[in-house]
């Protein structure tokens, strides 16, 4: 089926690595198994290099030292959770903070301002009205953004290989400006800068603060700052222009989609076919796509969209029989857990029924990527992969150029090393 990323902010290293350095060291691991500091002064950071990335680690850490395991990142303390069952002990009853926000600002020379549990409440209700706000008043202009990349598609002959992450990209970034910030991105040259500097900026917080090297390259860093400079000059003049009205900025990137499994598209189309017909997509009738949003869920799952969350514990916890000191960062190995087989039974299958059972959607919610705790972020992309969905699977077959290896590689989400191939052919 079609398997794809989408841009929701979250951890990597060196957002770990920021908030242990904002925050006081923990030398006390408590009993907690895992491995000793490979270096006194890095910790295991070696060993995670080594393996490749932070879920490569935490995946063979997990694997050799059960649910509830611990590392150092330099001199600090970190301890990781690979079950649901230990996350479900830890989300509720331990007193933690979310240091995203803290981190994320501190990297990009911002202050957090320390706002209080109300205050986040009234910012996450903000966050979700202006999603609700975005996708009812510019429904119509996804729908015209998702017929035009149709209509490219339309006129390739069908021997003519696409590539993929590249169309999406350039969907993703055009359909998010100028749904999220106006007729500014209409241009495609400011979506084309806009998305040259965003791209730079998030590059180098997925490495250049994890391993020190940006500060070590002044071409680097200058190329970083004049991205960063060019991206607030942008939103800053945006939001002159709207003389106050709410101002949110959600960037989505659809980043991976190759087809896997004919069955699925097969049963995808006859959903829309049969909720549609012939009749114009609109927001009422989205909303009866069951299938295509459980063939969403199963492609957040198994390519391990989000490999790493994280809490701060404010004050001593407990998992288990282990204590978690306060102000241990705590993360929450989610590549782990969305494919841990007691949960997710032959976890490595593609099955979108998996999420027609509403204990396993319950599971789902309970790790942010649907339900109550669902971020507004993800909510609105969503919707805008259902749509581009409805008009391209409406029209189009989609197949993967056959002969492909395409390996993953894990920074601020997951995404495919090189190019995904497509072929395209039209249903009629």
């Given at each position: 089926?079609?398997?794809?990323?989408?841009?929701?902010?979250?951890?990597?290293?060196?957002?770990?690595?920021?908030?242990?350095?904002?925050?006081?060291?923990?030398?006390?691991?408590?009993?907690?198994?895992?491995v000793t500091?490979?270096?006194?002064k890095?910790?295991?950071?070696?060993?995670?290099?080594?393996s490749?990335?932070?879920h490569?680690?935490?995946?063979n850490?997990?694997?050799?030292?059960?649910?509830?395991?611990?590392?150092?990142?330099?001199?600090?303390?970190?301890?990781?959770?690979?079950?649901?069952d230990?996350?479900?002990q830890?989300?509720?009853?331990?007193k933690?903070s979310?240091?995203?926000?803290?981190?994320l600002?501190?990297?990009?020379?911002?202050?957090?301002?320390g706002?209080?549990?109300n205050?986040?409440?009234?910012?996450?209700?903000?966050?979700?009205?202006?999603?609700?706000?975005s996708?009812?008043?510019?429904?119509?202009l996804l729908?015209?953004?998702?017929?035009?990349?149709?209509?490219?598609?339309?006129?390739?002959?069908?021997?003519?290989?696409?590539?993929?992450?590249?169309?999406?990209?350039?969907f993703?970034?055009?359909?998010?400006t100028?749904?999220?910030?106006?007729?500014?991105?209409?241009?495609?040259?400011?979506?084309?800068?806009?998305?040259?500097?965003?791209?730079?900026?998030?590059?180098e917080?997925?490495?250049?603060?994890?391993?020190?090297?940006?500060?070590?390259?002044?071409?680097?860093?200058?190329?970083?700052?004049?991205?960063?400079?060019?991206?607030?000059?942008?939103?800053?003049?945006?939001?002159?222009?709207?003389?106050?009205?709410?101002f949110?900025?959600?960037?989505?990137?659809?980043?991976?989609?190759?087809?896997?499994?004919?069955?699925?598209?097969?049963?995808?189309?006859?959903?829309?076919?049969?909720?549609?017909?012939?009749?114009?997509?609109?927001?009422?009738?989205?909303?009866?796509?069951?299938?295509c949003?459980?063939?969403?869920?199963?492609?957040?799952?198994?390519?391990?969209?989000?490999?790493?969350?994280?809490?701060?514990?404010?004050?001593?916890?407990?998992?288990?029989?282990?204590?978690?000191?306060?102000?241990?960062?705590?993360?929450?190995a989610?590549?782990?857990?969305?494919?841990?087989?007691?949960?997710?039974?032959?976890?490595?299958?593609?099955?979108?029924?998996?999420?027609d059972?509403?204990?396993?959607?319950?599971?789902?919610?309970?790790?942010?990527?649907?339900?109550?705790?669902?971020?507004?972020e993800?909510?609105?992309?969503?919707?805008?992969?259902?749509?581009?969905?409805?008009?391209?699977?409406?029209?189009?077959?989609?197949l993967?150029?056959?002969?492909?290896?395409i390996e993953?590689?894990?920074?601020?989400?997951?995404?495919?090393?090189?190019?995904?191939?497509i072929?395209?052919?039209k249903?009629?």
């Amino acid at each position: 089926m079609l398997d794809f990323a989408i841009f929701a902010v979250t951890f990597l290293l060196a957002l770990v690595a920021a908030v242990l350095y904002l925050y006081p060291a923990s030398r006390q691991a408590a009993g907690i198994p895992g491995v000793t500091p490979t270096e006194e002064k890095d910790g295991n950071l070696p060993d995670i290099v080594n393996s490749g990335s932070l879920h490569e680690f935490l995946v063979n850490l997990h694997e050799r030292y059960g649910p509830v395991v611990s590392f150092w990142f330099g001199r600090r303390l970190v301890v990781s959770l690979g079950t649901v069952d230990v996350l479900k002990q830890h989300i509720n009853p331990n007193k933690t903070s979310d240091p995203f926000e803290t981190m994320l600002k501190s990297l990009l020379r911002y202050q957090s301002g320390g706002a209080n549990v109300n205050e986040n409440h009234t910012r996450k209700k903000l966050y979700e009205n202006g999603v609700t706000d975005s996708l009812q008043s510019n429904f119509a202009l996804l729908l015209k953004l998702s017929e035009e990349l149709l209509d490219k598609w339309l006129s390739y002959p069908e021997s003519q290989h696409v590539p993929l992450c590249q169309h999406m990209l350039g969907f993703a970034m055009k359909s998010v400006t100028q749904m999220v910030m106006g007729s500014t991105f209409e241009d495609d040259q400011e979506v084309i800068h806009f998305q040259k500097n965003h791209g730079t900026v998030w590059s180098e917080i997925g490495k250049g603060f994890l391993d020190g090297s940006l500060d070590k390259s002044t071409t680097r860093k200058k190329q970083y700052e004049d991205a960063l400079m060019q991206l607030e000059s942008i939103l800053k003049k945006i939001i002159k222009e709207r003389k106050g009205g709410n101002f949110l900025c959600f960037v989505f990137t659809l980043i991976q989609m190759h087809s896997q499994n004919s069955m699925v598209q097969k049963k995808l189309y006859e959903e829309i076919d049969q909720v549609f017909g012939k009749d114009p997509i609109t927001p009422e009738k989205i909303e009866q796509l069951r299938y295509c949003r459980q063939v969403l869920c199963e492609t957040v799952r198994t390519a391990k969209l989000t490999p790493v969350s994280a809490r701060l514990q404010d004050i001593e916890g407990k998992i288990d029989k282990f204590i978690i000191p306060r102000e241990t960062l705590v993360l929450y190995a989610l590549g782990v857990v969305l494919q841990d087989p007691n949960t997710w039974p032959s976890p490595h299958k593609f099955d979108p029924d998996r999420f027609d059972d509403e204990l396993t959607m319950k599971t789902f919610s309970l790790l942010g990527f649907s339900g109550t705790q669902e971020c507004p972020e993800l909510r609105f992309a969503y919707m805008v992969t259902t749509v581009l969905l409805s008009v391209l699977v409406r029209r189009l077959h989609l197949l993967s150029v056959e002969g492909q290896l395409i390996e993953t590689k894990y920074e601020l989400v997951t995404s495919s090393k090189e190019e995904a191939w497509i072929t395209v052919s039209k249903r009629y």
